[in-house]
Structures are given as C-alpha cells and as structure tokens.
C-alpha cells in the first residue's frame, strides 16, 4: 500500500489558513499566525504540518506553530477572553473595555485533535503535547504529556519506543469485520 504525506503543501496551507485563521476583535488587536522556519525545512516536502481548513484559529493576539504541527477539524485556538468582573451587563463591559488578549506558542510536533479547545490562559503548549478529541484545554502541559477531557487533565505520558515495540504494535491482530 503506497502511503502519501499527510503535511500540507505551500499552496494547500495558504488555502487552510485562509479558511481557518479568524479575527473576531481585530479592532482590540491584531495578530498573526506565525509558522516558524523549520516547518519549511523538511526534504522532500513543502511543510511538515497538517492544519484543518475547518479549525478556528483566533488571531486576536498573534500565535506562533512550529514543525510537525496536527491542528484537526473543529478544533478552536482563542488567544482573547471576555471580562467576566462585576455585575456590570457584559456586553456593555466589552464595548467600553474590548476583550483582553495574548498570544500564545505551541511547540513541535503537537496533535491538537478533533474539536478540541484551547482556551486563552494557555499561553504555550510544549513540543509533543497531544490533546484528545472534544478537549477543553484550561491549563499549560508539560513537554510530551498526553491531555484529555473537560476540563482537559494529564491522562498519559508519550516515551520512546524501540522498532520492535512499534513493529509488535503495527502486526497485532485488528478487529475485522466479515
């Protein structure tokens, strides 16, 4: 079975981050998607990076993606928060004060899975972070951790294997239907 790249060409990126990077306060601030250098730097492909056209990427503040990067379908990265102080209508406490924002990191080779939320405190999200699917991620993981849940906590950890663990894993028996 012939297996194709799953990383974005240039071309097919600009579209997807045409379609996923939003700037819904843009007249608070306006940020950037920032790729670093390194996703361009991989041979034989144009990036190494696979971005949903269907996520949201809120650029209220600017957000910065490094290499190897899987940001999936559904999945919404917010840099900005309401103010939720007082007892003042809140609608009225945006108009008057906007909403606050900052920007936010995250690392090489994160998996930010189907429909998962990246809340605003989370300013950075270290390399090798993976956040199940449909989680609500309210607190900064450590390097390698695996998170999941609402609200999103530590479930697992990612560890080196050698190439008979991983072949072992690859040829177990898979359930198949008739």
């Known amino acids: 079975m012939e297996r194709r790249p799953t990383t974005l060409s240039r071309d ?13 306060h843009k007249h608070v ?6 790729l670093t250098p390194e996703v361009f730097t991989t041979p034989g492909r144009e990036t190494n990076i696979l971005v949903s056209r269907f996520a ?6 600017t957000i910065e993606l490094g290499p190897w990067c ?16 007082g007892t003042q209508p809140l609608l009225a406490l945006e108009e008057e004060h906007g909403v606050i924002w900052q920007d936010k990191k995250i690392g090489a080779d994160v998996w930010i899975h189907d429909g998962s939320i990246i809340l605003y405190q989370v300013t950075h999200i270290p390399d090798g972070v993976v956040i199940g699917a449909g989680s609500v ?7 390698y951790e695996i998170w999941a849940g609402n609200p999103a906590r530590k479930v697992g950890r990612r560890k080196e294997i050698d190439e008979k663990t991983l072949d072992d894993y690859l040829q ?4 198949s239907l008739d």
Do not use: M, W
């Open 56 to 61: 949201l990427i809120d650029c209220t503040g």
């Open 29 to 34: 601030h306006k940020g950037e998607l920032r």
């Open 70 to 85: 899987n940001i999936s379908a559904r999945c919404r990265i917010y840099t900005h928060d309401h103010i939720h102080l």
């Open 137 to 143: 991620l309210t607190k900064i993981p450590g390097p």
């Open 12 to 24: 097919q990126l600009d579209y997807v981050l045409g379609e996923a990077v939003r700037y819904p």
């Open 172 to 175: 177990r028996e898979r359930f």
